[in-house]
């Protein structure tokens, strides 16, 4: 079974400039979250969809920051404009029903670098 | 300042040796979850701890949930090179499926051939 797919895998992007990131969670699963990981910060929770809907966006750093989930397949992380201090590895990870148990699975990240 | 600390932050070791890595906070969690990150990759789960003392034994691995559930504790025997990751742990501090998941930044295993 495909996992949690995420694109792109790298980006080099300059500073101003938007940057999507796109998300395809597993099949099935009914939350997707949107997590940031950095050497200082570590991994730190973005965003929590569950049913398609934002439920907690409290981590969601500051206004340029946004994300969507518009269908149970898709999820996209927006920054606009972006800045040298978003350069991180972001991932998306997604849960099944509570009742199959509490693991999270997360996707592969996407590097992205602001200069 | 960090809910979850992880002890210690890097760890070189050669193969075959014993470790011990070890997740604390002031915080009592529902549950606490260990996961290994490869680089170039994203965490994967490897246990889930929710009863105080719990004890769970993964193969060489051996995982720990402090009496007060406020700490844990991950054990290796025998590393082998394919060990070598970034260990992490997170605390749940809801309920047993709570998504409030909060990261500890990890302890960085190399174990050396």
């Known amino acids: 079974d495909a996992g949690v797919i995420q694109s792109p895998r790298h980006e080099v992007t300059e500073m101003g400039q938007e940057v999507t990131l796109r998300c395809k969670p597993i099949?099935?699963?009914?939350?997707l979250f949107w997590y940031r990981q950095t050497m200082m910060r570590g991994l730190e929770l973005l965003i929590y969809?569950?049913?398609?809907?934002?439920?907690?966006d409290s981590g969601m750093p500051e206004d340029r920051f946004s994300a969507k989930m518009p269908n149970a397949s898709f999820s996209t992380l927006k920054i606009q404009p972006s800045e040298p201090r978003d350069s991180a590895v972001y991932f998306c990870?997604?849960?099944?029903?509570?009742?199959?148990?509490?693991?999270?699975?997360f996707g592969e990240g996407s590097w992205l670098t602001v200069v | 300042t960090q809910l979850l600390e992880q002890s210690p932050q890097f760890l070189s070791i050669q193969e075959g040796e014993n470790l011990t890595v070890y997740c604390n906070s002031s915080?009592?969690?529902?549950?606490l979850q260990w996961y290994r990150q490869e680089p170039g990759e994203g965490p994967v789960l490897l246990v889930t701890?929710?009863?105080?003392?719990e004890v769970k034994k993964l193969k060489r691995l051996t995982f720990q949930f402090g009496d007060a559930r406020k700490d844990s504790s991950l054990h290796i025997t025998a590393a082998q090179p394919g060990d070598t990751g970034l260990y992490l742990c997170?605390?749940?501090?809801?309920?047993?499926?709570?998504?409030?998941?909060?990261f500890g930044k990890g302890t960085k295993l190399s174990v050396i051939p």
């Open positions: 990870a997604s849960r099944g029903l509570l009742l199959s148990g509490n693991t999270i699975y």
């Open positions: 099949s099935g699963h009914n939350s």
């Open positions: 969809f569950n049913n398609n809907v934002p439920i907690d």
């Open positions: 915080s009592v969690f529902s549950s």
């Open positions: 701890v929710v009863t105080g003392g």
């Open positions: 997170a605390g749940a501090l809801g309920g047993a499926g709570s998504y409030q998941l909060t």
